[in-house]
């Protein structure tokens, strides 16, 4: 495994272990996804994953120049097929959850920026064909976020949001 998978997935572990050490019903009534050991998968993908993502000044993530809140993700995809992913705001409305992605070839490991246009919870899909991985997280934003911020698509990535009636 390369460097920055390795770190993309220490992260995503530290993440889930932040997020177990919580006392039940810490995160209301979004019924976020556990993930075990800090992967959610099936046999199509794989996914790093927090089930809680906090946007604080000095934290992990960026602020995007239309104000949505983002976070690397690490998808792993088991199949060959270009990845896709979007979402939805379950607890209000929004626009659709966007991803940045460089592609890496047609399987294995790709890196993603996951897009949350405002905090809330959001039900987070990729696909792979027909073939998809759904989870739920909690967004928050601490003050004014992280202090990083993004201008937009990074060069050499794509958009992509799947039709949040899709999911």
């Known amino acids: 495994m390369n460097r920055l998978a390795t770190a993309f997935l220490l ?5 889930s272990v932040a997020l177990a050490e919580q006392p039940p019903g810490a ?4 019924q976020v996804t556990r993930p075990g050991g800090g992967l959610h998968e099936n046999d199509f993908l794989s996914v790093g994953l927090s089930g809680k993502y906090v946007f604080r000044p000095g934290g992990p993530g960026f602020v995007d120049s239309d104000g949505a ?15 896709e992913v ?3 705001r379950l607890d209000g409305a929004a ?4 991803a940045y992605i460089n ?6 490991i790709q890196p993603s920026y996951l897009l949350f246009p405002t ?3 959001w039900q987070i899909t990729g696909q792979l064909g027909d073939s998809k991985l759904t989870f739920v997280v909690m967004v928050e934003k ?20 799947i039709p949040v009636d899709g999911i």
């Open 95 to 98: 626009p659709a959850a966007r």
């Open 86 to 88: 979007g979402g939805r």
């Open 11 to 15: 992260s995503a572990i530290a993440s």
């Open 142 to 161: 601490v003050g004014e976020g992280p202090g990083w911020r993004m201008q937009g698509l990074p060069r050499g990535s794509r958009v992509s949001s």
């Open 103 to 108: 592609d890496l070839g047609e399987a294995g």
């Open 69 to 83: 809140l983002g976070i690397k993700v690490l998808w792993t995809r088991k199949v060959s097929g270009r990845l």
């Open 27 to 30: 995160l209301g009534a979004c």
């Open 119 to 121: 905090p809330g919870c």
